[in-house]
């Protein structure tokens, strides 16, 4: 199999997904609710996190939704705002958020790596480009990334395959050799829509081995395994 370019998910897959976001869902909750603590803790459980053990469900609107349909789905729950005024302040909250947010390993060192194969290396999360951007550039892995996709790029939402072949447009490789990781199915379902060459899970989000497996080639225990993975799948096969 011929791998030519990595599309990575951004929270659960770059990014520690309750270390970097539970204290944002529960700022965006709280403005929801106009500071009604009962009814932000509604809000955090119609969009997937529980109030209590600050756990976030896979596949949930917080796990996998754009800022859009967690505040349609804020809405529905109860929230009196109005659907782009709330967006707009989610927006603003998740790109405050990059700043403090928490990766799962040494990302710089990772791609660097990644990068001396000759991959080509982007990311494609449900978060705003800004967001995205911001979160790059503390993490020191900006210039390093040659295709940057959020919600708001102009490819689309996952699970359409549009961020997927934006990245294989932008790089001048066909969609069958991109693998896209990440830790919901969403990503995965995003692979299969754009016939990528590889859907690999991992394990550093919200998603779990029996949410994951049915819609991935490959689960992993998270990215710090993706050159192992690599090395085995492009050994040819002893005579």
Known sequence: MKITGILFDKDGTLLDYDKSWEP??????????????ELADRLLRACGMDPETGETVADSLFAAAAPSEIAAGMIAAGSSHEVVD?????????????STSVPVANLQAIFLKLRERGLKLGIASSDNEASIRSMAEYQHILPLLDYIAGYDSGHGVKPHPGMIEGFARACGMPAGEIAMVGDNTHDLHMARNAKAGLAIGVLTGTGTQASLSPFADHVLGSIEELGTLLDSISTPEPA
């Open 24 to 37: 944002v869902n529960r700022r965006c909750a709280l403005h929801a609710a106009d500071g009604d603590v």
């Open 86 to 98: 709330l967006t707009r302040h989610l927006d603003l909250f998740f790109l405050e958020g990059a």
